[in-house]
């Protein structure tokens, strides 16, 4: 099990799609970054869950080298395992500046009983190995292992979570000052720029300022197009703005509107 986990890393999650055509994060982080988004399917037309009921977490993580092909997975390690999910997502909501959702960082502390690593020392450094013994807490473990990995070696800072509407994916910043704070400028960073612009000149005109020209007008209207966007909606944005030059898994017709 562990040298099959080892070899799943970043290389060989560059299909992924990736809002904004961005790439992955490195080595066995994207993993992690994987399992983070399953709460969105970028690769079909539903868009939904990827984790709809506990064959398809088993399917998920076999096909990720997680559990054993064979191993069988119930109701309530669906729901460990989401709010496993969750609380990395709160994580890495952290890392972008967010507030820090505790309640689901204690979800994730319960979620990880049970999925238990050991550490070996090697003149490389020390490593995490996954010593559990059924397969949810292998696989739990061998997240476990990854992210610790990437707190002590830098890379974890860099993983965060998207704050716009509906969204909270997870994505890298590779940019060199750290500044990245969205999944996608085009999508989640242009609309909430355009919401914040119309909530304060919605402000304005309730303080009596005069109206002016209409020059920002097709901006108000895209901002309240935004305000009525219901979550659907945005996953079939993500999937229309996905990059299919970059990842063939996408290359299918971008949705009207």
């Not at 999944?183 to 960073?189: L, T, V």
Request: glycine share 10%; hydrophobic share 40%.
């Amino acid at each position: 099990m562990n040298a099959t986990v080892a070899r799943v890393t970043g290389e060989t999650l560059l299909d992924a799609p990736q809002p904004g055509g961005r790439r992955p994060a490195p080595g066995r982080l994207a993993l992690v970054q994987a399992f983070v988004n399953t709460h969105y399917d970028l690769a079909t037309d539903g868009g939904g869950e990827l984790l709809g009921d506990p064959k398809a977490l088993g399917a998920w993580m076999s096909a990720h080298a997680l559990i054993a092909p064979d191993a069988r997975l119930d109701a309530q390690d669906l729901e460990r395992a989401l709010a496993f999910r969750e609380g990395l997502r709160a994580l890495a909501f952290s890392n972008n500046d967010e507030p820090l959702d505790e309640a689901a960082v204690e979800a994730l502390a319960a979620a990880s009983a049970g999925a238990a690593t050991e550490i070996r020392i090697a003149p490389e450094g020390p490593r995490f190995v996954p010593s559990a013994e059924s397969a949810l807490d292998a696989g739990l473990a061998a997240l476990l292992a990854i992210t610790a990995t990437a707190m002590i070696d830098g890379t974890w800072p860099r993983l965060k979570a998207c704050p716009g509407r509906h969204c909270g994916w997870a994505f890298y910043d590779h940019s060199r000052n750290q500044s990245a704070r969205w999944c996608s400028m085009q999508i989640c960073g242009d609309r909430e720029k355009a919401r914040s612009y119309y909530r304060r000149r919605s402000e304005r005109l309730g303080a009596g300022a005069p109206v002016g020209d209409r020059e920002h007008e097709r901006g108000d209207q895209g901002a309240r197009r935004g305000e009525r966007e219901d979550e659907g909606e945005h996953r079939l944005s993500l999937r229309g703005e996905v990059d299919a030059d970059d990842h063939p898994a996408a290359r299918r017709p971008r949705p009207s509107g």
